[in-house]
């Protein structure tokens, strides 16, 4: 039973590209959420997903930052026109269900912008 | 504006000698309580889910409690496997989804 399954681990990426950053739910779950974690910083929520839908995009950013959950495939956070501040830790997790429960997260991306 | 607070930021024990951390918070209407154990380069891993006062759940050397303001994660005889950054999160009744507020996290280093 794999886990949350997120890819590239790493990324490396020079200011002004784009940085795509995958999610591959746990097998029966169809909540996606997605957080960022910035060095020296607590876990930040982003958005949250379900298959074809944005339920709550309340902590991303405005500009540049965008997220989606199709129906085949995994999620994809894409952030555009990448600058330094965006280096972080990317966490993406999944539940079965949405209020009340835990999410099991996934190992995260390691966004390096130089 | 939902706010966790965690205490201290970082705690460090000898093998054995117990302890708790402690997690204030300020929710609009609680949903859950959330604690998660983070190993460096890894994500988080849940540990227990808190939905009212008076509520406690072990595992292992780990106890949670939960009061109205605030949660306590019991270290009993902790080992250096123990040793890892303990994150809080609150979830609200009134998120339109399952959106979580976490805390900054306590590092516990157990040494042997």
């Known amino acids: 039973n794999a886990g949350v399954m997120q890819n590239p681990r790493h990324l490396v990426r020079r200011r002004g590209q784009e940085a795509r950053l995958r999610c591959s739910p746990m097998k029966g779950h169809s909540h996606v959420y997605w957080y960022r974690q910035l060095p020296e910083e607590g876990l930040k929520f982003m958005v949250y997903l379900q298959k074809e839908n944005i339920i709550d995009e309340s902590g991303m950013p405005k500009e540049r930052f965008s997220a989606e959950f199709p129906k085949e495939g995994p999620s994809i956070l894409r952030i555009q026109q990448v600058v330094r501040g965006d280096s972080a830790a990317y966490f993406c997790?999944?539940?079965?269900?949405?209020?009340?429960?835990?999410?099991?997260f996934g190992s995260g991306t390691r966004l390096t912008v130089v | 504006e939902d706010q966790v607070t965690q205490s201290p930021e970082a705690l460090r024990l000898q093998e054995g000698e117990s302890s708790s951390l402690n997690c204030s918070y300020t929710?609009?209407?609680?949903?859950?309580l959330f604690w998660y154990r983070q190993d460096p380069g890894k994500g988080p891993e849940f540990l227990f889910t808190?939905?009212?006062a008076g509520e406690e759940k072990e595992k292992e050397r780990l106890k949670a409690t939960l009061t109205k303001k605030e949660s306590f994660l019991h270290i009993t005889a902790p080992k250096p496997e123990d040793s890892a950054t303990y994150l809080c999160?609150?979830?609200?009744?009134?998120?339109?989804?399952?959106?979580?507020?976490f805390g900054e996290g306590t590092q516990l280093t157990v040494n042997p």
């Open positions: 929710v609009s209407g609680l949903r859950g």
């Open positions: 997790a999944s539940s079965p269900l949405g209020q009340g429960y835990g999410y099991t």
């Open positions: 999160a609150v979830q609200a009744q009134e998120t339109s989804g399952s959106r979580l507020t």
């Open positions: 808190l939905y009212s």
